[in-house]
Nanobody, 124 residues
């Protein structure tokens, strides 16, 4: 069974930075990619970034391009989301998820396993 555990969330002021971590365990070898999603109260879950297993390709939502960077440490089986120049609109619960079946990276229903989430709050 795959387990995903996020960490690194917190409260920062606008313009600040945070680095989220997603530690994966269990049978992850069949994964296509790992994605980061976020969900603010009253809003649908949205794709933020994804990385193809092995790190060959990355994908970003337009709203975070140039500010967020997704990376992978294969030795640690961990995916990171470096978030710079944070804005109040980045405030949300952030989740990592693992995709086995393929498909469009930013569609939540394409993912098979989810972490419990880590809260990010950005104040103005």
């Amino acid at each position: 069974q795959v387990q995903l555990v996020e960490s690194g969330g917190g409260s920062v002021q606008a313009g600040g930075s945070l680095r989220l971590s997603c530690a994966a365990s269990g049978y992850t070898y069949s994964s296509k990619y790992i994605g980061w999603f976020r969900q603010a109260p009253g809003k649908p879950r949205e794709g933020v970034a994804a990385i193809v297993t092995g790190g060959a390709s990355t994908y970003y939502a337009d709203s975070v391009k140039g500010r967020f960077t997704i990376s992978q440490d294969n030795a640690k089986n961990t995916v990171y989301l470096q978030m710079n120049s944070l804005k109040p609109e980045d405030t949300a619960m952030y989740y990592c998820a693992l995709n086995i079946r393929g498909g469009t990276w930013y569609i939540p229903s394409n993912y098979d396993y989810w972490g419990q989430g880590t809260q990010v709050a950005v104040s103005s």
